[in-house]
């Protein structure tokens, strides 16, 4: 049974890990800190949920309020979410941003991104929002670089011609694609990669 709640402290050490399971590619300079997820209950605690399974973190979504502007301008993930610390956070901004979501790959393919997005849904209900907005990983892309630009890539997976192991379950859970952020996330190297520049308006 999975139980999606509002994140509490006694968790982080749990998300710590659980950000390094599920994204074991990422450059650990992007990789949320505890001093990150301190941060992020402290500007918009309503925003942080955890699925857990008998008490153990299992999923995990982080999100903030923005103003129109900051989210239907290009933006990249750094920036928009101040490095983690959501301190970007606007308590009167009409859309929610979906900083982050991961599902511990044991547990994927059973509902949880479905049930975190009901949460988030029930907030922006809450709250009387627009919707909400994400950049999203598209780790697929990789194979298909030397080809496909990134947006007919995002084409390709739309129309189910291309399956990605995270634009086609976001597509499934409601998001709908507005385009593609170049250079959304950065290597070490300065290296950039594009993301799906999603939305879901209530
Ligand atoms: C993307 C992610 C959050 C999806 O979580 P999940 O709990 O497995 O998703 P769900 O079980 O709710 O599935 C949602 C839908 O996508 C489908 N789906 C899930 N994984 C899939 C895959 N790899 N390929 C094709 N379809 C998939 C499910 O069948 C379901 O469709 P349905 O509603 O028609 O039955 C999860 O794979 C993950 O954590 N990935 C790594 C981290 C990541 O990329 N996060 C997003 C950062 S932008």
């Known amino acids: 049974m999975i139980t999606i709640v509002n994140t509490q402290h006694k968790h982080i050490p749990q998300l710590v890990q659980h950000q390094q399971t599920c994204f074991p590619d990422l450059f650990s300079d992007v990789w949320m800190t505890p001093e990150a997820f301190e941060s992020q209950l402290r500007v918009f605690p309503a925003g942080q949920h955890v699925a857990l399974h008998n008490g153990q973190v299992v999923g995990q979504s982080s999100s903030f309020r923005c103003r129109y ?45 479905h049930m975190l997005m009901e949460a988030r849904k029930g907030l922006i209900r809450q709250l009387g929002l627009r ?64 993301a799906s520049w999603l939305v879901w308006e209530a």
Request: proline share 8%; no cysteine; charged share 20%.
């Open 131 to 194: 919707g909400m907005v994400a950049g999203g990983a598209l780790p697929g892309y990789a194979d298909y670089e030397a080809r496909l630009r990134p947006e007919d890539y995002v084409a390709e997976v739309v129309a189910g011609r291309l399956v990605d192991p995270t634009l086609t379950p976001q597509l499934r859970i409601g998001w709908q694609v507005r385009g593609v952020l170049p250079n959304y996330t950065h290597d070490s190297a300065g290296h950039g990669a594009p």
């Open 69 to 113: 502007e900051q989210v239907f301008l290009p933006h990249d993930y750094h920036g928009i979410t101040a490095a983690n610390m959501f301190t970007n956070h606007d308590p009167v901004g009409e859309w929610l941003y979906g900083a982050d979501m991961s599902i511990h790959p044991e547990y994927r393919g059973r509902g949880i991104a």
